[in-house]
């Protein structure tokens, strides 16, 4: 589904990925951990073009994302992959409905009441049915990403971006976002997700990244991941972990 | 107190709509024809602007970026004379003042507004126009619906200070003979000869509550909006829904509103 090959970039002199050679499969749960300033949030931006790479290749259900194209055949690759920001960037000036129905409308050109109903039926899937009228700014943070999820879905992705996506939340709203994202995986979607939450990555994931200055230093299953990291970075990282 | 109700009395209707309709239309119906033209000209123009400045194509954002400095760099006045006086040369006919007017002011207000604009544009975090883009939106419609309404709605404050000073600079009109307020207030000390603090004092009353009833309505315009999506944004500081208005409201106490 997603595929990486090679993939170089450079901000100026930094290397920020270096030969990034990796795959998500269809349907597949893959979780990328690392150290802050690892290049996870990077390299999943590369995925939707919101960052551009300088060399290699990367194809999204079969397509070159970063091959040359016009701004509207990007726009349409963008409209199908999915993607939840870490900050929420819901739009404040519309209610929690017609975030979620907006794009439906504007890029899919979907009609307005089918596009509520659609819109509706994502909230009440991710248990916000409720606050259909309310503003961003009423809901807590768990309930603005919740909200973010379901506006995600709204585009129908073959797949689904998350940029740590529980990582400005407080402590007790992680576990409702990351009920829904649970359910999203046992539903078969295929998830690519820079997270911290190890218990998620041991629970939901099919195979963990471990990435270190721009590289994938490990690909794992999550049991021998956590049981048996192989490479001594990521034994030091996860030893780190569990002291505190 | 008597003799400021003589000379509105006698001098109303001048001071209303100057000769008309014997002569042009001038006075108070001037002064807020070339307000209204002027504002509403200035400021979609000024948006337009905005996205020129921001723009990452050099052929869009080179010309407004001078356009911008332009205006900035000479005051107005030296702009009116200088249209006033070069644009008929150029097109070998006359132009009349109050067109002239109009379009100096329409550019002039445009270039400043077009600043404030785009800090609004450029102040909105990046977030947005990337949620928008990441949904398959293009550039202009995230612009459109996203990132354009919530900017504007933040900088409304410096937007109607600008459009205030638009209001005020209608009296440069004076200089090249368009029969605005000022020119029809100053016909009216030319007859009295010994009142002008009497007459420029009418003046300044009516200046002032054009430009505050304009300021009610921003205020009144942004009260709404608060009361709409009560609370404002997470992506703006909390405090910012009071904060904002308080600005304008300068000379009384900004009523505290309940935030649910």
């Known amino acids: 589904m997603i595929s990486f090959s090679k993939v170089n970039k450079w901000y100026g002199d930094y290397h920020a990925l270096v030969d990034v050679t990796a795959r998500v499969n269809k349907g597949e749960v893959v979780v990328v951990c690392g150290p802050s300033g690892s290049g996870k949030s990077t390299l999943i931006r590369t995925v939707n073009r919101l960052e551009e790479i300088q060399s290699g290749e990367l194809t999204f259900d079969g397509r070159s994302v970063h091959a040359p194209m016009s701004g509207s055949e990007l726009n349409k690759l963008r409209s199908h992959i999915g993607f939840v920001f870490q900050s929420f960037n819901l739009f404040p000036h519309m209610s929690v409905v017609e975030n979620v129905m907006f794009s439906p409308i504007r890029v899919n050109s979907m009609g307005k009441s089918e596009a509520r109903d659609k819109a509706l039926s994502l909230l009440e899937r991710v248990g916000l049915a409720s606050k259909a009228g309310a503003y961003p700014a009423q809901l807590s943070g768990g309930q603005q990403q919740r909200v973010a999820i379901a506006r995600a879905l709204a585009m129908e992705p073959p797949a689904m971006l998350f940029d740590e996506p529980t990582s400005a939340l407080d402590p007790e709203m992680v576990g409702e976002v990351l009920a829904v994202m ?63 | ?199 420029f004092f009418i003046l300044a009353v009516i200046y002032f509550i054009v430009c505050w009833s304009l300021t009610q309505l921003a205020e009144w315009l942004e009260r709404r909006i608060a009361t709409k999506r009560r609370g404002v944004s997470t992506v703006r500081p909390a405090v910012d829904a009071e904060n904002i208005v308080s600005p304008i409201a300068t000379d009384r106490p900004v009523p505290v509103r309940s935030i649910s």
Not at chain 2, 72 to 92: C, K
Not at chain 2, 164 to 176: A, N, P
Request: with cysteine.
């Open chain 1, 182 to 244: 649970r359910s999203l995986a046992n539903d078969g979607m295929t998830m690519m997700c820079v997270t911290h939450e190890m218990g998620f990555a041991r629970e939901v994931a099919d195979c963990v990244w471990f990435m270190d200055a721009g590289s994938i230093l490990e690909v794992a299953d999550p049991q021998t991941f956590f049981k048996q990291p192989q490479h001594p970075r990521a034994q030091r990282f996860l030893s780190d972990l569990r002291t505190h």
């Open chain 2, 1 to 199: 107190m008597t003799d400021l109700v003589a000379i509105i009395s006698d001098n109303w209707l001048l001071l209303l709509v100057g000769q008309y309709p014997n002569g042009p239309l001038g006075g108070l119906a001037c002064t807020l024809i070339l307000s209204i033209l002027g504002i509403a000209l200035a400021f979609p123009l000024s948006v337009l602007i905005a996205l020129a400045r921001t723009s990452k194509w050099r052929l869009l954002s080179w010309p407004a970026t001078a356009l911008v400095y332009g205006a900035r760099g000479v005051p107005l006045l030296m702009i009116i004379l200088w249209v006033y006086f070069l644009v008929p040369a150029l097109i070998g006919r006359n132009v009349s003042g109050f067109t002239t007017m109009v379009c100096t002011l329409v550019i002039y207000e445009a270039a400043f507004l077009a600043e404030v604009v785009r800090s609004g544009i450029q102040a909105l975090p990046r977030g947005q126009m990337e949620a928008a883009r990441a949904l398959g939106h293009n550039y202009l419609g995230a612009m459109w619906s996203v990132v354009l309404p919530q900017a504007l709605y933040n900088v409304m404050p410096s937007m109607l200070s600008q459009f205030v000073s638009t209001i005020k600079e209608t009296t440069l009109g004076y200089v090249i003979n368009v029969h605005e307020l000022t020119f029809a207030a100053s016909q009216v000390n030319n007859q009295l000869l010994t009142k002008p603090f009497h007459v």
